[in-house]
């Protein structure tokens, strides 16, 4: 079975800065892209950053030039680094992963039990 687990998520102050991890584990052939959505109540998920093979990145909009995603391949992890952090901010982070349990079957979508992030003085 495949697993992500998130972590890093907590309380901070405007302009300040949290790094969450998304690992993922259990059978895994292949990733092709992992990445980062949040959601806030009555709100849709939305993504927020993702990395694909050949480390190409996607931002949304909002996050342009205060957030970082990356990721090591080794040990199957996706980070995100989120500086200068705003109050609009605050939200649930899922972690999501496009990938292979097997070389045998298509590419599914995968996500985690997602991490808090709250930005408030």
């Known amino acids: 079975q495949v697993q992500l687990v998130e972590s890093g998520g907590g309380l901070v102050q405007p302009g300040g800065s949290l790094r969450l991890s998304c690992a993922a584990s259990?059978?895994?052939?292949?990733?092709?892209?992992m990445g980062w959505y949040r959601q806030t109540p009555g709100k849709q998920r939305e993504l927020v950053a993702t990395l694909t093979t050949g480390d190409t990145t996607d931002y949304a909009d909002s996050v342009k030039g205060r957030f970082t995603i990356s990721g090591d391949n080794a040990k199957n992890t996706v980070y995100l680094q989120m500086n200068s952090l705003k109050p609009e901010d605050s939200a649930v982070y899922y972690c999501?992963?496009?990938?292979?349990?097997?070389?045998?079957?298509?590419?599914?979508?995968?996500w985690g039990q997602g991490t808090q992030v709250a930005v408030s003085s």
């Open positions: 999501n992963a496009v990938l292979k349990w097997s070389k045998w079957y298509p590419f599914s979508n995968y």
């Open positions: 259990g059978s895994i052939f292949s990733i092709n892209t």
